[in-house]
Structures are given as structure tokens and as C-alpha cells.
């Protein structure tokens, strides 16, 4: 995606070999059991791949943004979905802001140990009724004076099950009044049931969240109570950048497939290669491919240099590549022909996996009107949240 700097290079050097030696070997064993390999948050907590872009003072690397993508890139292209999402969960979702608007005794209660992988995350948004749209968000934490009482119920969070702690989203007021909590797993009234049957992600811990009158002390409320819905907002554009990244190197893995299987599979007296309908489909593919990730590394620069400000660009990344990845994986399921359609090959897992882009942080249908609001409405990104303790929560 970019010509990469010594640093990055060895970083990058460093995860494939980390997968290659962790991953790779084993990942059908946990697709077949649908378990989530929860000691590779610690592995990779201790190789430094959790905190690669996370300040030195918290525990993390001080490395730039494209460390994270990166990370995101080598993941996705190893073809583990289900990881790969639990991963992203737990470093992208609730980590930034906890970085970002977290007190220091927050950050080394729940940061500084996330970041080593001795604790995992979550983000808890997501209900029953209010997936896209978070204003539709109904649990509620009433304040007690010295705590908030939580109640309400979340649905589809991802690391729930396994999770140490969560940082969840409730609504204290009407309208946008929204506060984030740190909640921990264990505490009493927290209860977490599978989601189980998902059509991908099967590496992936999926779960529904219940909150009975459990008490939040006031120590662990995030950032300014009532201004969490503005944190959501803008910390949403890194968690879509990557989803972008996520979709692009899912689609390479796809084509590479592809491209190594037509120049290998024998049939009418040569390759398919050779074939003309097969050679187009590999161009038109080829041509697809480049331009996800032309649109990802176009939105990558732009939020480098200007943060949550690249809103429309970074929507309309993620929107494209979700779109036009599963266009490339079916087309590759498709060259492959009956073989694309069983799990030897790996296409049939990409496929499964990679379908939840168009979906996940903003369905496309939410990404559509988003840049209509730009384009037609003519609306800007307005800088509506509060300051962080260390700048912008994209910190």
C-alpha cells in the first residue's frame, strides 16, 4: 500500500512470522470447533502487536497509524476473519478511547494491560433495537449520586464472552445525552450469553449482554459524562478506516488465490489461464482490487492529516471496498468452480467472512446517506465533541 519505512518493514516482517508460526497451522482446528483463540491476545500483547501506535507512556510502541494498518493488512490476508475481527475489537474499539479521554488511573487499570493482552475488550454499542442507529440507543444508566445503576440489554459485541472489561455505551439524558462506562465483566448483574450459528467470523467470540441494576462507580465513567455519543462519532471513523483495510487485504488474498489457481488448474488441453473469459475475469478483478485499495490508502492519508474531519472520504472507502471485495471473492469462488465451493481452498471462508463489511460500523445503506449528507445537504464535519486529555479521541 505504501513504501514502508525500517521500522514499519520489521514490523510487518515480524507479524508474518508470528502468523505463519501461530496462525496459519491452525486455524481450520479453531474454524471447526468456532472457538476464538483466546491466548493470542497475550502472544501478541507480549510481541508488541496490540499497542504498535499506542503513546510509549501507556505501554504501547509510539509507532504511526500505518502501523495499525499494517497489522490489519497481515491479519486479514492470513485469511482468519473471525480473529482478525476479535482483534480489531478489542485494540480499535474501545482502546482508543480509553487512550484518548481516559484518567491515568483508568489507563493503568484497563489500558496498560489490554495492550499487553493480559486483559481483553470490548466495545458494547449495539441493541437489540438500535444497531446503525445509536440515538435509537435504549439502556440506561440512571445517576446515583457516587455511581450510575445500569440496565438495558446489547446484542451482537464481539469479545463478550471472553472479555475482561467493556466500555459501554447508555444513554443518561435524552437526545445525543449518551455516557460511556467501563464495566467489568464480573461484576455483579453483568451476564453474557453466544451468539452462536454465525455465518462467518466462526474465530470470532459473538455475544449478547445483559445489565441487572449494576452499579458503575463515578471513577469509571470515560471521558465527560453525557458527551459519549460525540466520542462515538468521531473515534467511528478510525474503527470504518480499518474495516476498509480489512475488506481490501481479504479481497488480495482472494485474487491471489485465484490467479495461482488458474495458472495451475488443467483443462481443455491447457490452463484455465489460457482461457479468454478467465483472463478477463482475472483483469477485471486485478483492476477492482487496485482500486480498493487506491480509495483505502487515499482515506488512510487524508485521516493522518486531518483526523475525523475525513469523514466523507473515509466513508466512501469503506463502503466501496466492502462492496467491491465481495465482488472479487466471487468471482474468485467462481474461477475455482466446484473447489471454490468447499473449505479445502480457503475461498469459501473469505467469502463467509468477509460478507459482514457491507455491515459492520455502518451498514452500507448508512454509508450511502452519510455521503449524501455531504453531497447534496452540503453539511460539514463539525467539530461537536469534547477535547480529550490528549487531544482529538482519534489520538
Known sequence: MKNFNEEQQLLRDALRQFIAKEITPNVQEWEDKEECPKHLFKLMGEQGFIGANFPEEVGGSGMDFWASVIIMAELSYANIGGFTGSYYAHSFLPLPLLN?????????????????????????ITEPEAGSDVKGIKTHGEDKGDYFLLNGAKTFITNANIGDFMVVVTRTGE?????????????????????????????????????????????????????????LMNNIQEERLLMSVMATYSAQYAYDQALQYVRERKAFGGTLGEL????????????????????A???????????????????????????????????????????????????????????????????????????????????????????SRKGNVTA
Not at 283 to 290: N, R, S, Y
Request: some cysteine.
Open 175 to 231: 437526545g445525543h445525552r449518551m455516557t460511556l462506562l467501563l464495566v467489568e465483566n464480573q461484576w455483579e448483574g453483568v451476564s453474557t450469553s453466544p451468539i452462536d450459528k454465525k455465518l462467518g467470523w466462526h474465530t470470532s467470540d459473538t455475544a449478547q449482554v445483559f445489565f441487572d441494576n449494576v452499579k458503575v462507580p463515578k471513577a469509571n465513567v470515560l471521558g465527560e459524562a453525557h458527551k459519549g455519543f460525540y466520542y
Open 276 to 295: 479468454q473469459v478467465i483472463r478477463h475475469k482475472i483483469a477485471h478483478m486485478a483492476t477492482q482490487l487496485e482500486a480498493c485499495r487506491a480509495m
Open 297 to 387: 490508502r487515499s482515506a488512510i492519508e487524508s485521516f493522518i492529516e486531518i483526523g475525523p474531519k475525513a469523514t466523507e472520504l473515509i466513508t466512501m472507502s469503506k463502503v466501496f471496498t466492502a462492496e467491491e471485495s465481495m465482488k472479487i471473492i466471487n468471482q474468485a469462488i467462481q474461477v475455482h468452480g466446484g473447489n471454490g465451493y468447499v473449505e479445502t481452498y480457503g475461498i469459501a471462508r473469505a467469502w463467509r467472512d468477509t460478507r459482514l463489511f457491507s455491515i459492520g460500523a455502518g451498514s452500507s445503506e448508512i454509508m450511502y446517506e452519510i455521503i449524501s449528507k455531504f453531497e447534496i445537504d452540503r453539511i460539514k464535519h463539525e467539530k461537536q465533541f469534547v477535547e
Open 100 to 124: 484518548a479521554i481516559g484518567t491515568t488511573e483508568q489507563q493503568e487499570k484497563y489500558l496498560r494491560p489490554a495492550l499487553m493482552g493480559d486483559q481483553i475488550a470490548s466495545l458494547a
